[in-house]
T-cell receptor, first 115, second 112 residues
């Protein structure tokens, strides 16, 4: 079945540690890729997106993600996390289906950063 | 600027009771509107989308229905809730079917 997989459901890090959250998708062809974040008590918001061009995408708050087409992956990275990065992170793929572009989400990864 | 509201924020309802969740968008006209559900440990699943007043498309067969009585109002309903309807319901809007979606704060529904 077509899907978006996030490998880690819960991640616990100390401040200043490096972060990498995995995301793999199973669709062929052209896809658009997104990472969304939901901070505690806040709306789900866009962190970064990839449509085309440079496969290394820079987002807000020092996050970046790399699209590797051969691996069907779009992993999220940050070299040094902060306590304020504690949130739930969702990978999503936009796929054309049923006459419109549909967002397919992964199950999410809860990140807890300890001071 | 555009804002999106959902209410209530949390809701506890018994099995068999009706449901009505509301979503409204401000600051934009003729938005595309979406209802998603996130069940525990699963990704966000698209339930319904709407491209205009009275136009609803359902993505998955279920116990829920959606309506759009006004341009910027999107309602999720059920006549009789099931335990499996528990979850986190998110409303989203976009300026077109192919554009970025913006999400509301969500409603956490617990069916007991």
């Amino acid at each position: 079945a077509q899907s978006v997989s996030q490998h880690n459901h819960h991640v616990i890090l100390s401040e200043a540690a490096s972060l990498e959250l995995g995301c793999n998708y199973s669709y062929g062809g052209t896809v658009n890729l997104f990472w969304y974040v939901q901070y505690p008590g806040q709306h789900l918001q866009l962190l970064l997106k990839y449509f085309s061009g440079d496969p290394l995408v820079k987002g807000i708050k020092g996050f970046e993600a790399e699209f590797i087409k051969s691996k069907f992956s779009f992993n999220l990275r940050k070299p040094s996390v902060q306590w304020s990065d504690t949130a739930e992170y969702f990978c999503a793929v936009k796929r054309f289906s049923g006459g419109y572009n549909k967002l397919i989400f992964g199950a999410g990864t809860r990140l807890a950063v300890h001071p | 600027s555009q804002t999106i509201h959902q209410w209530p924020a949390t809701l506890v309802q018994p099995v068999g009771s009706p449901l009505s969740l509301e979503c409204t968008v401000e600051g934009t006209s003729n938005p595309n509107l979406y209802w998603y559900r996130q069940a525990a440990g699963r990704g966000l699943q698209l339930l319904f989308y709407s491209v205009g007043i009275g136009q609803i498309s359902s993505e998955v067969p279920q116990n829920l229905s959606a309506s759009r009585p006004q341009d910027r109002q999107f309602i999720l309903s059920s006549k009789k809730l099931l335990l499996s309807d528990s979850g986190f319901y998110l409303c989203a809007w976009s300026s077109g079917l192919n554009y970025e979606q913006y999400f509301g704060p969500g409603t956490r529904l617990t069916v007991t």
